[in-house]
């Protein structure tokens, strides 16, 4: 199992992780097709993640997640996570988790590695916290 800190985008599903969801977008329903956009953290980053179909409603804010083989990669120009066709997410627990809000590795500018066109490495932070679910105000 990865950190979030540790992932990276890549086109294979090989990510197995462990996090927390903090919030839940609305449920957007395009043809047959159930999607929403999740904040989760763990205890070094957070990270959009993608929720398909039945996931949507499976997941509250608060429940500790475990992702097996899932993919971090681009979903119209979003960097998301998700568990893909071949990945499996499942609930292994409920608010008994250390986490942070940034950074977000959704919210990094990912360039490609001259020396390895297959890996990513991280370029500028586009902002600090999620710019889809903003920090409360103090």
Known sequence: ECSLKEIVPAALNTISTQF???DQGKIMVEGQRKTSLALVAD???AVHFQLWGIECDAFQPGDIIRLTNGIFSY???????????RG?????GEFTMVF?????MSEICWS???NNSKKFLQGAVISPYS???PPPMP
Request: charged share 30%.
């Open 20 to 22: 927390m969801l903090l």
């Open 43 to 45: 205890e070094t980053a």
């Open 75 to 85: 979903n119209r120009d979003n960097l998301g996570l998700r568990a893909g066709k």
């Open 88 to 92: 499996k997410i499942e609930k292994v």
């Open 100 to 104: 942070v809000e940034t950074p977000n």
């Open 112 to 114: 490609p590695d001259s």
């Open 131 to 133: 710019s889809i679910f």
